[in-house]
């Protein structure tokens, strides 16, 4: 110190000045640091509020919202509403700071989606969720998607002369259908040069958008062009029986340009529908018909008796010319087409909307969902919170985001390329052309073929495959008739032989992936993408078929753990920079067990690793590493199976490990969270295949089901970073689900539970960790882990099982690899629903008992879907045959009216009040009549820097005025 003091007084005045101006200067900027980076423990601004809940009165005139006010630093909070459920917000109102209630009067029965965020003076907070009052409402099997509001992910579908095919292709820019339906053109149509279709913003019914869709400059015989929809139709909650109705209304349809024609040109417009289900026998009926289209345009379709199951409904506007159309473009403008469900006497039949949650968990489900759309859309909605979905279901977005506002949706993606080549003629004219409607990949494999043939995986020589299940025509490449000099011997799956194995690690193949799907996302529209088959391969091997005496080099189907590090991390930075969710399928892998943890692992660093680890990555560049930003790794990790384990080779065989694994997972993923931006945080899916497997002594249902082990081990870690979906496996396929993603399952006890009171605890009577519990607002969940051994938990007091018996206090012994769910036996049937109650917003406990293995933090039991870049997960690879739409044109003598004049029909098939509607923005009432309106004055965050500025700028002139001054 002396010395400090000493150097100090040999200081000349203008180095002391400079000294004292400098440490005020740092001073300065510690404390911007700290107004900005520590402001509001972590957060730039202040937190968000959640558990917005809309209801609404008798007479429907007025809205009532409350939510969960989870900052103490706000200013205020701003309400937003739209009638789009997710477009064009509007702020109505600025409440003050602690407010936790509003009341919105609207028009009689008017429809309203709310959302809302806290401020202060450094911005605003991330939204809540979306949420709408719960009404019952005419079931319409069209919702969403008749209102033909985006332009965007059309189709077109051509029926290629002489072969039959469908052949699909997407839209031109120019020339772009809503999304969800289907372009459909005669062979003789350019589609370029001869279909005009565009979205009229503002054209449609109440100022929404509307399509216009017609022939121009066409000159030739009849020819003809559609726009159509095929829509699967469920039969839950709205049960289709013999005698109900199917009503088919638009209320507008506007014909244009029809008139003034040339002599000898005409133009008409037919309506095609059809109906198709299965019988009793599982015979296939169908009823359809055309009809011309007429004003007001309403189509009654009667079930009839032998109408069963597996409903769908196809229809289309078509438009037929013949002549000369050239400089004419004749067409048709629709919008708010409906298809209304009545039962025999012609009353409605209802559904809520949006569906009400009787869970409080988060859940999701896979991409082939076949179950979401084939059987009910519905319910797919109504049942989970994140769903990944194809290309081939995007149109449901719309429908479902009506049922379920708070959905959030992600595409599947494989980081390998998918042969979906088809021909438009005969296989000898080298016409191969990739046009799939449904593409599981972003990449072109018939210009990856043609130009990147580096991208593929090349079988070692003197090997063959296994076996080769792909298609005869697609054995070969692009370079004439097949023959065996041209056939291909790239590496392909397999059990998917039409999905070939890719060098992640060669030049540009991730640039191009990451554009591609980046481009397809905002095309569809959708939250995220879910990546598929992006970690290591490592098959070991030469195995050889008895039967045969070929011989496969499984080698060949490997892929280091640094190659899928880098793709992963690549794709994982480029996604964050276009606001793109990402979640990454990491199969039965954990985030902290190699090689898993190299790309799923925000804080590993290869500098640091294992001596084993560090054996495998001492071959590549780890400045390179480091430059990549190791932080950016994807948003969420999807464990394909979770806590039961799986063996592709016995399904269901239980795996006590992997049910170990899984729990700290969802323990990691909350400490990871701990103090981190939201924008930063990770999310973890566990995905659950489940079998009924009586012989394993697993049987599916019931208290000592599989399905009731996954629920109650889930809830042992869940947390508002989790999510949970439940997978129908089917036994006869070895570990190939069937599609039906928590058909049936009951959460509703979950939302009785309430939530947390504190972290999983772990038995200390057992070493093994087999029993763990965790207690509840309202009850107590234990789960037995051991696969072969029963476990007896201890209760000191009287519980409730599901059916309402009393537990009475004492040993309580559970079957191997089984879970119960016990409620405290104050709680009732109507246990209120503890975390959408704002006065109730419970933290955790420390555990007082025996700790997890990682210690876990404490989580706020929070559950509700509000984050905005969560994604949803697709399984690993599965066969990519995705059934064609039945929209298509049947023949038929095309209507002889010459010109048709313009017509706008606007009908409704139920009498609903008539609704008075405000057009102020801001007619809402408040509860709270006083109203904050935020500050544009100086804030802290302009004084600072002000301040800042000034320092700089004196320290600066000091500085030169002592070093001119003579001494």
Not at 181 to 202: E, F, H, Q, R, V
Not at 457 to 467: C, D, E, R, S
Not at 523 to 544: L, Q, S
């Given at each position: ?7 100090l007084?040999?200081?000349t005045?203008?180095?002391r000045?400079s000294i004292a ?8 900027i ?11 423990e972590?957060q730039f601004?202040p937190?968000a ?11 429907k005139?007025?809205?009532?919202l ?8 706000e200013?205020?909070?701003k ?8 477009h064009?917000?509007?702020e109505?109102?600025?409440l003050?700071p ?10 009689v029965g ?5 959302r809302i ?6 911005g605003?907070?991330?939204?809540s969720?979306?949420n709408?009052?719960?009404r ?8 969403g998607q ?24 997407w839209?031109?820019?120019n020339?772009?259908v ?5 372009g ?9 040069k001869?279909?005009i ?13 509307a ?5 121009k400059d ?6 003809y062009a ?7 139709i ?13 009503i088919?209304?638009?209320d507008?349809l506007n014909?244009?340009n ?5 002599l000898?040109?005409s ?10 289900a ?9 009823i359809?018909n ?10 009654e ?5 032998n109408f ?6 196809s229809?289309s506007?078509?438009i037929?010319?013949n002549g ?5 473009e004749?067409?048709?403008q629709?919008d708010?087409?409906h298809?209304y469900l009545t039962?025999?006497s012609d009353?409605?039949?209802?559904w ?9 968990i988060l859940?999701h ?5 076949f179950?979401c759309?084939?059987?009910d859309?519905y319910w797919a909605?109504?049942?989970?919170d994140y ?12 429908a479902?985001k ?6 959030k ?6 980081a390998?390329?998918?042969d979906?080549r ?16 449904f593409?599981n ?6 210009d990856?073929?043609d130009?990147?043939?580096d ?9 063959v495959?296994?076996k ?19 056939k291909l011997?790239y590496?392909f ?6 999905e ?6 060669a030049?540009?193949?991730?640039e191009?992936w990451?554009?591609n799907?980046?481009?397809r ?5 959708v ?13 070991d091997g030469?195995?050889?078929?008895p039967?045969?005496g070929?011989?496969?080099n499984?080698?060949a189907f ?11 991390t ?8 276009n606001g793109?969710?990402?979640i990454?399928?990491g ?6 067990t190699?090689?898993g943890?190299?790309y799923l ?13 560090d054996g495998v990555?001492?071959?590549?560049n780890r ?5 990549l930003?190791?932080?950016i ?5 999807f464990?394909?199976?979770?806590f039961i ?15 170990l694994n899984?729990?700290?997972d ?8 701990q103090g ?12 659950v295949i ?7 002594n697993a049987?599916?249902?019931g208290e ?10 889930y809830l ?17 396929k ?5 599609g ?18 504190e972290n ?9 960790k087999s ?6 607002i309202?009850?107590?969940?234990i789960?037995?882990g ?7 938990f201890i209760?000191t ?6 059916t ?6 004492g040993?309580?012994t ?8 016990l409620f ?9 629903d ?6 109730s ?9 025996v700790s ?9 039991g ?7 870049t ?13 059934p064609?739409?039945?929209?298509f044109?049947p023949?038929?003598t095309?209507s ?11 009908t409704t098939?139920?009498?609903t009040?008539?609704?008075?509607i ?6 809402a ?8 309106q935020?500050?544009?004055?100086l ?11 000034l ?8 500085f ?6 003579k001494?």
């Amino acid at each position: 110190m002396k010395k400090i003091i000493k150097r100090l007084a040999k200081l000349t005045q203008k180095q002391r000045v400079s000294i004292a101006i400098t440490l005020i200067f740092v001073v300065a900027i510690i404390l911007v640091l700290r107004t900005f980076v520590f402001h509001g423990e972590g957060q730039f601004t202040p937190t968000a509020p959640t558990n917005l809940v809309a209801t609404d009165n008798s007479d429907k005139t007025q809205i009532f919202l409350r939510w969960v006010d989870n900052a103490s630093d706000e200013t205020g909070f701003k309400v937003e509403r739209t009638p789009d459920f997710e477009h064009d917000f509007q702020e109505i109102v600025t409440l003050n700071p602690n407010t936790t209630t509003y009341t919105d009067s609207i028009g009689v029965g008017k429809r309203y989606y709310y959302r809302i965020r806290a401020f202060n003076a450094l911005g605003g907070s991330d939204y809540s969720n979306t949420n709408s009052p719960t009404r019952d409402e005419p079931v319409d099997f069209l919702m969403g998607q008749g209102n033909f509001e985006n332009p965007v992910a059309s189709s077109w579908l051509t029926l290629e002369s002489g072969i039959g095919k469908s052949i699909y292709s997407w839209a031109s820019p120019n020339n772009e259908v809503a999304s969800g339906w289907t372009g459909i053109y005669d062979p003789k149509i350019d589609l370029s040069k001869n279909i005009i279709a565009k979205n009229i913003k503002g054209g449609g019914v109440d100022g929404s958008n509307a399509q216009y869709f017609g022939i121009k400059d066409y000159n030739g015989t009849a020819a003809y062009a559609q726009i159509g929809k095929n829509l699967p139709i469920g039969s839950n909650p709205a049960l289709l029986t013999s005698g109900n109705k199917l009503i088919l209304t638009i209320d507008q349809l506007n014909f244009i340009n029809n008139n003034n024609l040339p002599l000898g040109t005409s133009v008409s417009y037919d309506m095609y529908y059809q109906l198709t289900a299965l019988d009793s026998s599982s015979n296939n009926q169908k009823i359809w018909n055309y009809v011309p289209l007429s004003s007001p345009l309403r189509q009654e379709i009667v079930i009839p008796s032998n109408f069963v199951s597996n409903f769908a409904f196809s229809f289309s506007l078509k438009i037929t010319v013949n002549g000369n159309l050239t400089g004419y473009e004749p067409g048709f403008q629709i919008d708010n087409a409906h298809l209304y469900l009545t039962n025999s006497s012609d009353n409605p039949i209802t559904w809520q909307i949006p569906a009400p949650r009787n869970r409080d968990i988060l859940t999701h489900a896979n991409y082939y969902c076949f179950g979401c759309m084939k059987n009910d859309f519905y319910w797919a909605a109504e049942q989970n919170d994140y769903l990944s979905i194809s290309d081939y279901d995007y149109n449901f977005i719309p429908a479902m985001k009506l049922v379920n506002p708070n959905m959030k949706f992600y595409i599947y993606e494989s980081a390998n390329i998918t042969d979906e080549r088809v021909f438009f003629s005969d296989r000898t004219t080298n016409r191969y052309e990739d046009h799939s409607f449904f593409k599981n990949s972003p990449i072109d494999f018939v210009d990856a073929l043609d130009n990147h043939p580096d991208w593929f995986k090349t079988f070692p020589a003197n090997t063959v495959p296994l076996k080769d299940g792909r298609k005869e025509e697609l054995k070969y490449n692009n370079l004439g008739p097949p023959d065996l000099s041209n056939k291909l011997n790239y590496v392909f799956h397999p059990d998917y032989p039409t999905e070939y194995m890719t060098n992640l690690d060669a030049p540009t193949y991730k640039e191009t992936w990451a554009s591609n799907v980046i481009s397809r996302i905002q095309k569809y529209k959708v939250d995220g993408v879910f990546v598929d088959e992006a970690p290591e391969m490592n098959f070991d091997g030469i195995y050889t078929d008895p039967s045969t005496g070929k011989s496969n080099n499984m080698m060949a189907f490997s892929r280091s753990p640094n190659v899928a590090q880098f793709f992963s991390t690549y794709i994982a930075s480029e996604f964050r920079k276009n606001g793109i969710g990402y979640i990454i399928n990491g199969s039965e892998r954990h985030l902290n067990t190699w090689p898993g943890e190299s790309y799923l692992n925000p804080t590993w660093d290869p500098a640091t690793a294992t001596a084993g680890v560090d054996g495998v990555w001492s071959d590549f560049n780890r400045n390179l590493y480091q430059k990549l930003n190791r932080g950016i790794t994807p948003d969420t990790f999807f464990n394909e199976a979770a806590f039961i384990g799986l063996n592709w080779k016995d399904s269901n065989t239980f795996n006590m490990p992997s049910w170990l694994n899984s729990l700290d997972d969802m323990d990691q993923v909350i400490s990871w969270n701990q103090g981190v931006l939201k924008q930063d945080q990770k999310k973890l899916m566990q995905n659950v295949i489940y079998y009924d497997r009586p012989d394993l002594n697993a049987p599916a249902n019931g208290e000592n089901g599989t399905i009731n082990f996954a629920l109650t081990t889930y809830l042992l870690g869940e947390s508002e970073f989790s999510s949970l979906s439940i997978e129908n496996g089917n036994p006869a396929k070895k570990g190939v689900g069937d599609g039906d993603y928590n058909l049936g399952i009951d959460f509703s006890d979950t939302k009785k539970l309430g939530a947390p009171l504190e972290n999983r605890i772990v038995d200390s009577n057992y070493p093994d960790k087999s029993l763990q519990s965790r207690k509840f607002i309202n009850g107590l969940v234990i789960t037995n882990g051991s696969p072969d051994q029963p476990r007896n938990f201890i209760l000191t007091n009287s519980m409730l099982d599901k059916t309402g018996t009393t537990i009475n206090p004492g040993t309580l012994t559970l079957l191997p690899h089984t879970g119960r769910i016990l409620f405290n036996t104050s709680s009732t049937k109507g246990i209120p629903d503890t975390k959408n109650n704002p006065s109730s917003n419970p933290k955790l406990n420390t555990p007082g008992a025996v700790s997890t293995t990682t210690p876990t933090p404490t989580p706020t039991g929070t559950t509700t879907a509000t984050d905005e870049t969560t994604t949803n997960p697709s399984l690993e690879s599965t066969d990519f045959k995705t059934p064609i739409p039945e929209i298509f044109s049947p023949n038929s003598t095309p209507s002889s009216s010459s010109t048709v004049p313009s017509v706008s029909t606007t009908t409704t098939p139920f009498t609903t009040p008539s609704e008075t509607i405000s057009n102020e923005p801001n007619t809402a009432v408040s509860t709270n009549p006083t109203n904050v309106q935020e500050s544009h004055g100086l804030n802290w965050k302009t004084i600072v820097t002000i301040i800042i500025a000034l320092l700089f700028a004196a320290e600066l002139i000091i500085f030169f005025v002592l070093r001119n001054k003579k001494p």
